[in-house]
């Protein structure tokens, strides 16, 4: 045996070695984890949608693992601040980033301190929201087809809201494949969208749910689709998008939860299992519903890990087509 190929045989045993290492030590983590707080670390401010659903999971994760789970707000960067302190944080299942990850991308921010995919390991999807896509009650059409064709028949005649990169790319992928010409107006914030389709400035918002509860229960704007992958029970007779004829349009926000790069399989694959029991009661169901409007949706770790990629190259096909730059 030559001296090369006795080295290239030691580096393979002593590598096969600390991976069985690492395997024995993950497994006899997971036997005895968690032993202290977990914390989930919400990029956002307290208060928000996604602070509020994150609460409710993990007030039943603290009772199923028997320790406490510490919600952290670390707002800031629109999010970045607070995914940063995850990604740097010890591998060890204690800190865990409760977020979708679609818009941790240049899609949408020039500059990232971090590779997404390279420095978190996905645990499992939480949830998939849509936008509605919202009409004055007074508007005569009554399907989205019939709101495309009115469009069609009076080019530059129609408004569209946006106010945020979401939703100005979701309406102008939406307005391109569907051949309509919109004047898109800017707005600050969801409550400017909703008064001024409310006012007649604008004649198409596409925009969260919970942004338009109350005028939607009032009967003062008219939901014509949703995107995502279904339904709403609160608005059942709401096509989605596909069955709306559009299927190519279909962009989504979501949850789910991830963990610094390195994190033992075994904490992630416990992590996996209680949420998904946490996620399958009914309590949580209707929480998220009527709090997110939001369907509860879950996942493996790698399918996680799938779904996220293919939403971020669905938003990097809206940002082309709308023109969006990060800033």
Do not use: C
Request: no cysteine; aromatic share 8%.
């Amino acid at each position: 045996m030559t001296h090369a190929h006795a080295l290239a045989r030691r580096l393979a045993a002593a590598a096969l070695a600390a991976s069985s290492f690492m395997l024995f030590w993950g497994t006899a983590q997971a036997q005895t984890y968690p032993t202290r707080p977990i914390r989930m670390v919400v990029p956002f401010a307290a208060g928000g949608i996604t602070d509020v659903l994150i609460r409710v999971l993990s007030d039943k994760l603290s009772g199923r693992v028997g320790q406490a789970v510490v919600v952290e707000n670390r707002p800031g960067a629109n999010g970045l601040i607070g995914a940063d302190v995850v990604a740097k944080a010890a591998p060890d299942g204690y800190t865990i980033l409760p977020v979708g990850g679609s818009s941790y991308t240049t899609t949408f921010f020039k500059e990232l301190p971090f590779d997404f995919h390279r420095d978190f390991t996905p645990i499992t999807l939480f949830w998939v929201g849509g936008y509605l896509f919202l009409v004055n009650s007074s508007a005569s059409a009554k399907t989205l087809k019939e709101f495309v064709a009115q469009v069609k028949a009076n080019p530059g005649k129609f408004n569209t809201g946006s106010s945020g990169a979401p939703n100005l790319m979701m309406t102008a992928l939406f307005t391109k494949v569907a051949g309509m010409d919109m004047t898109n107006i800017p707005y600050k914030g969801n409550a400017q969208t909703a008064t001024a389709l409310l006012a007649g400035e604008i004649q198409l918002v596409l925009d969260p749910p919970t942004s338009h509860k109350a005028n939607l229960e009032s009967g003062k704007v008219r939901a014509l689709a949703i995107s995502g992958p279904g339904r709403l029970p609160s608005l059942p007779d709401v096509p989605t998008l596909s069955e709306a004829g559009f299927p190519n349009v279909n962009g989504t926000f979501n949850g789910g939860a991830w963990a610094p790069a390195g994190t033992p399989r075994p904490i992630v694959d416990r992590l996996n299992t209680e949420f998904h029991a946490i996620l399958a009661l009914p309590d949580v169901k209707e929480k998220t519903l009527g709090i997110g409007g939001v369907l509860v949706q879950t996942s493996t770790p790698e399918g996680l890990r799938q779904f996220i990629a293919d939403d971020q190259r669905f938003w990097a096909e809206a940002a082309r087509v709308s023109g969006f730059k990060p800033e």
